[in-house]
């Protein structure tokens, strides 16, 4: 029977980030350590095992919608269109930056919370790489329709709960010893939102989650019927199923640019080293007088024949253009043609193409196929020596029109 895996889970705490560890098949994890350290990256000697990492509700923004569909494949593409009318638009170069949750299903009506995460920034992922990613707000899941109130590094933080399901949770600018008349309005003024979105909660158990004992919670009895809770956080449960949040580790692709740099260098010492053993005995070859002659005599008999193969070279080079294939109009729209998405509807609808010059005009139904298109074209090894502008796609009564360009550095001064 194999052993159980020991997972290691960082969890935003009141003041700092705390360290809770437990197996697999454990029910609730164990505090291994409270810190008062804010950013990811400062955290040192991680217990060993799988690492999860939970954002905190600062991190990320939830936004509930109704969608008219059951169907769990459009879900995804739904919540993306309902973002991008509202503004929000992840960087698709940041890694999976979004999930989507079912809060509660009818015939053909789905109600659903979107997460959208911000992509991180310096220090805010830990020294050691997670294995997975979800957000602290699921992590603590209440019966019912609730509310949740507690503290993320000194900032209160709330999160709305309908038959058991995250519905909204949000980060407040708050950081009074007590909650305030700010907070309750905040958690109202959510409410009232959620309200003409169709999604009705009315909270009838309010918790505050707290280390303590001497707290003022006038403000959200007098702003709530229900009754308020007072007690310490409980431990985290580790949410089923994990999310698909997936954040680009920018601080990997450095460690690998560094990498590759030392080998150049280290490459490049080696390359001085030869060529200085070369000179050298070239360098003995030099004095030999009787050689040199020998050498000048060969050299003598073979200008005609060098200067004839120069002038063919660059007869053959002056022609490149008209028989080289790689340079050809046609072989390059095919290789522009390669990078159009499967199945995505983008066309082009115009394409200037010469040998060091493109310009493509098109359209797509999804502003992702145009992202997917501008992404091939940039990690094509065949059109490798253009370089390209890609400006962002303008939306139109069709979708989304984009008008890119490709041009081939220096192109002017090597013809």
């Not at 004839?308 to 490149?320: F, G, I, N, R, S």
């Not at 060091?356 to 098109?362: Q, R, V, Y």
Request: glycine share 6%.
């Amino acid at each position: 029977m194999s052993k159980p895996t020991e997972n290691v889970l960082l969890v935003p705490g009141e003041s700092g980030w705390e360290i809770w560890t437990g197996q697999t098949d454990a029910v609730a994890f164990t505090l291994h350590e409270a810190t008062a350290i804010e950013r990811a990256g400062d955290l040192k000697n991680l217990p060993s095992g799988d690492l999860l990492l939970l954002f905190p509700v600062k991190a990320i923004t939830a936004v509930p919608m109704h969608v008219t569909s059951d169907d769990d494949s459009l879900f995804t593409d739904l919540a993306a269109l309902h973002a991008e009318r509202l503004g929000l638009r992840p960087d698709p170069m940041a890694g999976q930056l979004t999930d989507v949750f079912v809060i509660a299903r009818e015939a053909e009506n789905t109600a659903l919370v979107s997460i959208l995460l911000r992509a991180p920034g310096e220090g805010d992922m830990p020294p050691r790489g997670p294995k997975s990613f979800d957000i602290s707000a699921r992590a603590y899941p209440l019966d019912g329709d609730s509310l949740a109130v507690w503290k993320e590094f000194g900032r209160w933080v709330f999160a709305l709960s309908h038959q058991g399901k995250l519905v909204y949770c949000q980060a407040t600018s708050g950081v009074s010893t007590s909650p305030d008349a700010a907070l309750a309005r905040e958690v109202r003024l959510a409410l009232m939102q959620l309200g003409m979105q169709g999604m009705e909660i009315e909270p009838t158990r309010i918790v505050l989650w707290t280390r303590s004992e001497d707290l003022d919670i006038s403000a959200l009895k007098s702003a709530f019927q229900a009754t308020v809770e007072v007690s310490p956080r409980p431990a985290p449960l580790l949410p089923n199923p994990l999310s698909k949040l997936l954040p680009a580790d920018v601080r990997a692709a450095r460690r690998e640019a560094q990498k590759r740099q030392n080998l150049i260098i280290g490459a490049a010492a080696v390359a001085v080293i030869y060529l200085g053993i070369i000179g050298w005995f070239g360098y003995g070859l030099w004095r030999d007088k009787a050689e040199i002659k020998k050498l000048q005599q060969l050299t003598a008999a073979a200008a005609p024949e060098g200067e004839a193969y120069a002038l063919h070279v660059a007869k053959w080079e002056e022609l490149a253009p008209a028989i080289d294939l790689a340079q050809s109009p046609v072989d390059i729209l095919s290789r522009v043609a390669a990078c159009i998405p499967l199945n995505s509807g983008l066309r082009l609808v115009s394409a200037e193409i010469s040998a060091d010059d493109m310009k493509l005009n098109g359209e797509a139904a999804q502003l992702q196929s145009v992202n997917a298109f501008s992404l091939n074209l940039n990690k094509n090894t065949d059109l490798a020596r253009f370089e390209w502008q890609t400006p962002e796609p303008t939306q139109s009564t069709r979708g989304w029109e984009f008008h890119f360009g490709g041009r081939v550095p220096n192109a002017d001064e090597t013809r």
